[in-house]
């Protein structure tokens, strides 16, 4: 034993001094491999094409190794060949795969690395996996022929060609032409490929220009570009005719006309060339219907057309049916002379039905103006075609009665699809004249056709004597407002005589600050003790001081025109409340008042002290329930439920302040506003929206059951994403989860950089993929794929508390969230002030968020101004029963009650159908709003009224009392701009 003992010893010497022994693999430095993604998900992907993905290969050790190449074991699978690389510690190098699917179906295998990397296995192999599927793409082309018609030698002729991807994947299309003729057809978009988008459409310009007699026939081929894919032809004719003759347009669409009302459009005709031609006037073709008509055509001396002359047809389209027409032509008889050619035709189209452009309100009525005063009010010209228009040729005429004045001159103003513009039209009676009328004409052009509209204009002279009247407040106080927020508080004039007074009206007067904004009101005889409200909004966009004046003007000879002086703060604190206004809405004085909740939180790190508490301006009927003991100490990180109650005592509108005084000399102000009234029955009335821009945010419950369903989530976004591509929305598409604290770790790590805490940050924090989606954003399938697997890490699920964070200060207003370490975290540029906000929950638990679910649902209407158009919530979660879902850990019912109040969509989380479920909440959140929500519960749902425009609307719609929403029938929304008026018996 001690021979040996010292043979050891012996040997470990000859080791320290370094002959011929080697340090053992126990301590030497390791290399491992590591790829970014850890699993190549290509996805959905067309028959055919080829779809690109890039691993990123790293070296997650600290000794160098050597990356020899990489092979797939799917024959559909290819790695872009590279040279053998080294890869030393902390480095890494991407390797470009490419997936072209031969057919149908799902399809999984592995990409093998081959190195010399630790981590390898015996055979110096380490495995990635790679998924796809194989999916058919589908191209559909309703026209299957192209008549370009007779066309003058040298000359272009353009017709349009629709094509539609009605496939599950984006697909590369191609449009070629072939046939004898073919090189007299073109388009801007052959020869090369371009992508279409699931469900998305492109119109193709296709080009005739003949330059030989006769008629020409050729073949338009769209196929997918993909070698197995089959194309589909379109067959194109068109004829060259040989006249110097310029026919401008050579086709006329009048767009859609109401019923009983003529558009027209003219036509023009030059002879180019430099002898004269025939002229045998025009005739009217295929005019099934008698639609069509020519308003005036000229005769010409010797029937010739002369050398450089022009001649002006003017045609009419009066339709007496709903729908497009049938197309009629309009033969120009024209033609060089002695000969028999024929001449070129022009087509007609146009749709009957109701106006696209709507005047509202008709009549326009003043009411009562006050002899020796005037009145201005608006007339709105909403456009709801499908293209911009222009208001020109603005006439006002005065047939009895006084001075009707159109505000602004005349002008021609562009109207683009969905808007509106004000016409202001101001009224001064005659003395001693009684009622006056005029009549508001504007003509519309609407691409090359012209319509007229009508709106008839009344009001009545009265003389008054001086009105006795009281400004309440003199001064508009907002007090300190966070940057962001806004406190909506009124500015009244008050009848406090004995006799009527006449009010011309009540607005912002020029040159106040843009943090204030109000709507103007219009003219109106007060009673004695009656009151007219300015309601005004400060929402300061910085810090610091706001002031402006509103302004009135009442009948009085030497003091009638009050002003009211406004004044506000920004301020940015650890202090707030929220819902900075509370908007009780109507509420019948026999029905007993109404409650809703404010929070106050201090998040300052040290204590607050609150002095006082106070209601300022129509304060009699609203009643405050707090806490505190004045002056009462907030401890840091606190948080305080206060409750206001609503009890009208008279018929009118209420606006009052309560203050929260801090001993800053400057108090924090909530708007509280509310309107009594008498009547038994309620009329809610909403303007459909264009959905030209929408912001939709997904939360995601990070949980450790979720795993599959943030799978199928992300592999199916392009079916969410087919309402958006076919209206052509605008889009900001966000994740955040359900972790509000960062997960305690275990079994499982999420990824981003949050640990799971993203409190409402946009995953993932750690800005490795795009973290706000849009129509420009690169390969969004794929990017939204990666935002949704949030990992599987967390437990307790706070989605509705997360949604309020991500929308809320300080994240909604900054790049980086000042209070964690990682940069460029914050959620800025997401929630826009003119777009929709859809938010999508998806989650197997119950929501265990802190605040009631009013109080959430308070906020959202908050950051849209109360409009419940512009809000929707829909969630993917629990049933309320599971025993048709029993993946599902219990009912999400504080999200299915959120989605209801709102007229959301609910599905379920156990959703057979991943793709059908994603598209019902596509159309919910980009399509046109169908459900509308009432702001009171009918007495009795058989006697409720709905109007679009003024018609009554009968069927197309139903009544849901879970939801206690109107909703229409799929196809039967109300366009943009329509204007929809809701009554119903209430009761209380």
Not at 94 to 100: A, H, K, L, M, Q
Not at 329 to 340: A, I, S, Y
Not at 454 to 483: D, H, I, M, N
């Amino acid at each position: 034993m001690v021979g040996l003992r010292w043979v050891c010893v012996a040997a470990c010497v000859l080791a320290l001094v370094g002959v011929g022994c080697e340090r053992s693999s126990a301590q030497r430095a390791q290399s491992g491999l590591g790829a970014s993604p850890e699993k190549l998900e290509f996805g959905l992907s067309a028959v055919g094409v080829t779809k690109t993905m890039k691993v990123r290969l790293s070296n997650r050790g600290r000794a160098p190794f050597t990356v020899h190449g990489a092979t797939a074991t799917l024959p559909n699978v290819e790695v872009v060949p590279f040279q053998a690389f080294e890869l030393k510690a902390g480095g890494e190098q991407e390797v470009e795969v490419r997936f072209t699917p031969d057919v149908e179906g799902a399809v999984e295998g592995m990409l093998q690395v081959l190195t010399d990397a630790d981590n390898a296995d015996k055979d110096g192999v380490t495995p990635v996996g790679v998924t796809g599927q194989g999916v058919k793409v589908l191209l559909e082309v309703p026209v299957r022929s192209l008549d370009f018609g007779n066309v003058e030698l040298g000359r272009v002729e353009v017709r349009e060609l629709l094509v539609r991807n009605t496939a599950q994947v984006e697909s590369p299309v191609r449009l070629d032409f072939d046939g004898v003729d073919a090189d007299e057809f073109g388009s801007s978009d052959s020869g090369a490929s371009f992508v279409l988008a699931p469900g998305q459409e492109r119109r193709l310009s296709l080009s005739f220009s003949p330059d030989r007699l006769g008629a020409a026939t050729a073949q338009a081929r769209v196929r997918v570009e993909c070698p197995s894919c089959e194309p589909i032809v379109v067959s194109l004719q068109g004829t060259g005719i040989a006249t110097k003759l310029e026919v401008t347009p050579l086709r006329v669409d009048f767009g859609r006309v109401a019923l009983g009302a003529t558009a027209e459009e003219r036509i023009t005709v030059r002879n180019l060339g430099s002898e004269p031609m025939a002229y045998g006037g025009v005739k009217l073709l295929d005019n099934g219907g008698n639609f069509f008509r020519v308003v005036s055509a000229p005769t010409l001396p010797g029937n010739l057309l002369a050398s450089g002359a022009v001649v002006e047809i003017r045609v009419a389209f009066s339709p007496t049916v709903n729908g497009p027409v049938r197309e009629a032509r309009l033969e120009l008889d024209v033609r060089p002379v002695g000969t028999t050619n024929p001449g070129p035709k022009v087509s007609l189209a146009g749709e009957g039905g109701a106006s696209c452009v709507v005047l509202q309100p008709d009549p326009l009525d003043f009411g009562v103006v006050a002899e020796g005063m005037n009145a201005t009010r608006d007339v709105q010209v909403i456009n709801r075609c499908r293209v911009d228009v222009l208001l020109s040729d603005l006439k006002l005429t005065t047939k009895k009665g006084g001075y009707f004045m159109l505000t602004t001159a005349p002008a021609s103003l562009p109207i683009p699809a969905g808007q509106s513009a004000a016409v202001p039209i101001t009224f001064m009676p005659r003395a001693g004249a009684g009622a006056g009328e005029a009549e508001l004409a504007v003509k519309i052009l609407n691409g090359r056709s012209t319509s007229t509209e009508v709106v008839k204009v009344v009001g009545s002279g009265k003389v008054f004597t001086p009105c006795q009247y009281k400004v309440e407040p003199a001064t508009l106080e907002f007090g300190s407002v966070p940057v962001g927020s806004e406190v909506t508080l009124g500015a009244s004039i008050r009848n406090v005589g004995t006799t009527e007074c006449y009010m011309a009206g009540m607005q912002l007067a020029e040159g106040s600050d843009a943090a204030f904004t109000a709507d103007k009101t219009g003219n109106k005889v007060l009673q004695p003790g009656q009151r007219a409200v300015l309601l005004v909004r400060f929402k300061p966009g910085a810090e610091g001081e706001f002031s402006g004046i509103a302004e009135g003007w009442v009948n009085h000879p030497t003091a009638g025109h009050p002003v009211v002086s406004l004044h506000g703060r920004g301020v940015q604190g650890c202090f707030s409340v929220q819902p900075t206004n509370l908007d009780f809405g109507t509420t019948r004085l026999s029905c007993g008042p109404r409650e809703r909740d404010l929070v106050v939180y201090n998040k300052c790190p040290g204590p607050t002290v609150l002095m006082g508490l106070g209601l300022e301006g129509d304060a009699t009927d609203f009643t405050v329930t707090h806490p505190f003991m004045f002056p009462a100490t907030l401890a840091a990180g606190s948080q305080y439920h206060l409750k206001v109650k609503y009890e009208p005592q008279s018929d009118g509108e209420d606006a009052a302040a309560l203050r929260f005084d801090l001993g800053t000399g400057s108090p924090y102000t909530v708007g509280l506003l509310g309107k009594g009234v008498l009547k038994n029955d309620q009329t809610d009335e909403f303007v459909q929206q264009s959905q030209a821009k929408v912001d939709v945010l997904f939360v995601v419950d990070n949980s450790g059951s979720m795993m599959d369903e943030q799978q199928n989530l992300g592999s199916n976004f392009s079916s969410f994403l087919t309402h958006a591509a076919a209206a052509g929305v605008d889009y900001h598409i966000a994740v955040t989860t359900t972790g509000i604290e960062r997960s305690s770790g275990g079994w499982a790590v999420c990824p981003g950089g949050a640990e799971g805490g993203e409190s409402g940050r946009f995953f993932p924090a750690d800005n490795s993929s795009p973290r706000i989606i849009t129509p420009a954003t690169p390969s969004a399938e794929s990017v939204f794929a990666y935002n949704t697997n949030v990992g599987v890490c967390h437990w307790n699920e706070q989605g509705l508390e997360a949604m309020y964070r991500a929308l809320s200060d300080p994240l909604v207003f900054n790049v980086d969230d000042p209070r964690t370490p990682l940069p460029m975290d914050g959620n800025a540029g997401f929630l826009r002030e003119d777009a929709k906000l859809a938010v999508i929950a998806i989650s197997d638990e119950e929501d265990f968020s802190p605040q009631p679910e009013s109080f959430y649902e308070t906020f959202l209407l908050g950051l849209k101004g109360e409009d419940h158009s512009k809000v929707i919530f829909s969630a993917i979660v629990g049933p309320n029963d599971l025993s048709t879902c029993p993946r599902a850990s219990s009912s999400g019912s504080r999200y299915i009650q959120l989605a209801q109040n709102t007229g959301g969509v609910v599905e379920s989380i156990c959703t057979p159908n991943w793709a059908d479920s994603l598209e019902r909440l596509s159309e919910s959140a980009f399509g046109l709003n169908r459900a509308f929500p009432l702001s009171e519960k009918p007495s009795d749902p058989t006697r409720i009224e709905v109007k679009v425009d003024g018609v009554e609307v009968t069927t197309g719609w139903t009544y849901d009392p879970v939801s206690n929403t109107v909703i229409f029938n799929t196809g039967a929304a109300p366009a943009p701009g329509a204007a929809v008026e809701i009554t119903y018996p209430v009761s209380c």
